[in-house]
């Protein structure tokens, strides 16, 4: 398997529901990212791994929870979300370095719904 | 502070016809990276191109070009001979030397290519 894969494709989930998004890169990547894409809204950094550490959280409520367990890796954890929670979970990779021109490449993403 | 504006929201084409998707950015920093992505329906952030603030030749790729103009920040996306497989949404992004790893996307333009 190539690139970036992302499961599940689809989520429904209760506001009670405790459920985990999984992200995987296959192209070498020491670093992984966490977007949000909400209707009508730019696309929202959520969480920055630098391998494996933790590098940026922007502002992101408690209900998700990120987990770096390795360079290849990536979960989102939710719990309690709200309805406005519902969006496009985007998880991205790229070779970080100095020079701030690495591409970042991006999965096809966790359609998620929150009833 | 970096900002991309993607003001054209929808554009509709018939097929074959050639369109330009407009792209403006902001940011202090001399040294920046640009970068058009594609999503299609299924979701996926597709890479298309990517091009330095030292580098302004135009590039061309089968039907896509690119015009970037430094004087006018702006980074043109042109499709020639459009079809219907260029329906999706096309995200400008920037991305600065200065911000470790943060990516500013645009709000992204709709085509929509018709028979």
């Known amino acids: 398997e190539t690139g970036v894969t992302q499961t599940p494709r689809h989520l429904v989930m209760g506001m009670t529901n405790k459920k985990s998004l999984k992200c995987e890169q296959h192209l070498g990547h020491n670093a992984m990212y966490w977007y949000k894409q909400s209707a009508k809204k730019p696309l929202e950094l959520m969480f920055v791994?630098?391998?494996?550490?933790?590098?940026e959280n922007n502002s992101v409520p408690s209900r998700f929870s990120p987990e770096c367990p390795n360079s290849s890796h990536l979960f989102l954890h939710l719990h309690t979300l709200q309805p406005e929670d519902s969006a496009l979970y985007l998880c991205?990779?790229?070779?970080?370095?100095?020079?701030?021109?690495?591409?970042?490449?991006f999965g096809p993403g966790t359609r998620l719904l929150v009833l | 502070a970096q900002k991309v504006t993607q003001a054209q929201t929808e554009i509709s084409v018939v097929e074959k016809e050639d369109v330009t998707l407009d792209c403006v950015y902001e940011?202090?920093?001399?040294?920046?990276?640009l970068f058009w992505y594609k999503q299609p329906p299924s979701g996926e952030l597709v890479f298309l191109i990517r091009?330095?603030?030292?580098?302004?030749q135009n590039e061309i790729s089968g039907r896509y070009s690119w015009n970037f103009q430094k004087s006018t920040s702006s980074f043109n996306f042109t499709i020639t001979a459009s079809q219907v497989v260029d329906s999706a949404v096309y995200f400008c992004a920037l991305r600065s030397t200065g911000t470790a790893s943060k990516l500013t996307f645009g709000t992204g333009t709709r085509l929509q290519v018709t028979l």
């Open positions: 091009r330095n603030s030292f580098d302004e």
């Open positions: 791994y630098n391998f494996k550490e933790q590098t």
């Open positions: 991205a990779s790229s070779q970080t370095g100095t020079s701030g021109r690495e591409t970042q490449y």
């Open positions: 940011t202090r920093d001399t040294t920046y990276y």
